[in-house]
């Protein structure tokens, strides 16, 4: 009669370790690959010991959020251990994590690894005030998350953006997964090229060394890197903060406009 609490007390035990990592994850930002590592292997004890994804998921607190993690997270950890911890080399944990979370997801709403993650609307609004308070396209979006972007046409998932024309004033959150966050930049840039667009802001991750990050920047008038990260926020009200930084990047005549409305948000570069 008294193993379930026995069980139940070895059980605890491992929970405020996981969250401990948790928390010295948060404090250690872009240095706590190896606890995020340790942190999975963790759960996935605790999995085998006979503990279930949800039993798991209404302990795990969000340091960040202070919300417990979903059933649907648990499950992505426990993925992402099997698939890649002995790969070699062994990839960042949070890399290989996205790269779980953005299989088989929807590709036009992954804007921090996880699906259906929105733009808060302080970015939005300083978007809208850049290009003349408008904003006429976003071409990868869906319909919750126009209701903060308010742009007059939308394509979702349903539409693909990639197969259609783009004009006007265009905000794009592209889809951060490969190859498609490359397809919507080699896209975009064709329509700078074209000069088909009146004006257009970019939200990404500052993945420099990338090429698409590099096809886009040879062509931006101006680049604003982000202070910190972004806590974007989902249809369930949760937010999530992606795995590094960003970069909003601006395309068209009026850069006095785009450093007017996002010197707040972080250092910014102007073509010369």
Same mark, same amino acid.
């Given at each position: 009669?008294?193993?379930?609490?026995?069980?139940?007390?070895?059980?605890?035990?491992?929970?405020?370790?996981?969250?401990?990592?948790?928390?010295?994850?948060?404090?250690?930002?872009?240095?706590?690959?190896?606890?995020?590592?340790?942190?999975?292997?963790?759960?996935?004890?605790?999995?085998?010991?006979?503990?279930?994804?949800?039993?798991?998921?209404?302990?795990?607190?969000?340091?960040?959020?202070?919300?417990?993690?979903?059933?649907?997270?648990?499950?992505?950890?426990?993925?992402?251990?099997?698939?890649?911890?002995?790969?070699?080399?062994?990839?960042?944990?949070?890399?290989?994590?996205?790269?779980?979370?953005?299989?088989?997801?929807?590709?036009?709403?992954?804007?921090?690894?996880?699906?259906?993650?929105?733009?808060?609307?302080?970015?939005?609004?300083?978007?809208?005030?850049?290009?003349?308070?408008?904003?006429?396209?976003?071409?990868?979006?869906?319909?919750? #998350? =126009? +209701?903060?972007?308010? &742009?007059?046409?939308?394509?979702?998932? @349903?539409? /693909?953006?990639?197969?259609?024309?783009?004009? %006007?004033?265009?905000?794009?959150?592209?889809?951060?997964?490969?190859?498609?966050?490359?397809?919507?930049?080699?896209?975009?840039?064709?329509?700078?090229? #074209? =000069? +088909?667009?009146?004006? &257009?802001?970019?939200?990404?991750?500052? @993945?420099? /060394?990338?090429?698409?990050?590099?096809?886009? %920047?040879?062509?931006?008038?101006?680049?604003?890197?982000?202070?910190?990260?972004?806590?974007?926020?989902?249809?369930?009200?949760?937010?999530?903060?992606?795995?590094?930084?960003?970069?909003?990047?601006?395309?068209?005549?009026?850069?006095?406009?785009?450093?007017?409305?996002?010197?707040?948000? %972080?250092?910014?570069?102007?073509?010369?």
């Amino acid at each position: 009669m008294t193993r379930p609490a026995i069980v139940q007390t070895t059980f605890d035990f491992a929970v405020r370790e996981i969250n401990a990592l948790e928390t010295r994850i948060v404090t250690a930002e872009d240095d706590a690959d190896a606890m995020l590592w340790e942190q999975a292997a963790q759960v996935v004890a605790q999995l085998k010991a006979g503990r279930t994804q949800q039993q798991i998921a209404d302990q795990w607190v969000n340091a960040r959020t202070g919300e417990f993690y979903s059933q649907v997270h648990v499950s992505r950890v426990q993925k992402t251990f099997y698939t890649f911890t002995y790969k070699v080399p062994r990839p960042r944990f949070r890399d290989a994590f996205n790269e779980i979370a953005n299989a088989g997801a929807p590709h036009v709403s992954h804007n921090s690894g996880n699906n259906e993650w929105y733009t808060p609307a302080e970015y939005i609004e300083a978007a809208r005030r850049v290009m003349n308070d408008g904003i006429d396209l976003d071409p990868a979006t869906t319909e919750a #998350a =126009n +209701d903060v972007i308010k &742009a007059a046409q939308i394509f979702t998932a @349903a539409d /693909d953006g990639l197969k259609q024309e783009w004009s %006007g004033r265009v905000w794009l959150n592209p889809p951060y997964a490969q190859p498609i966050i490359g397809k919507f930049i080699s896209k975009l840039v064709a329509h700078v090229q #074209a =000069n +088909d667009l009146e004006a &257009a802001i970019v939200l990404v991750n500052n @993945a420099t /060394d990338t090429e698409w990050f590099q096809e886009m %920047g040879a062509f931006a008038d101006a680049i604003c890197f982000k202070n910190g990260r972004i806590k974007f926020w989902g249809p369930d009200g949760m937010e999530g903060s992606p795995l590094q930084g960003q970069a909003f990047l601006y395309f068209g005549t009026e850069t006095w406009r785009f450093v007017k409305h996002f010197s707040a948000f %972080g250092s910014i570069l102007v073509r010369p």
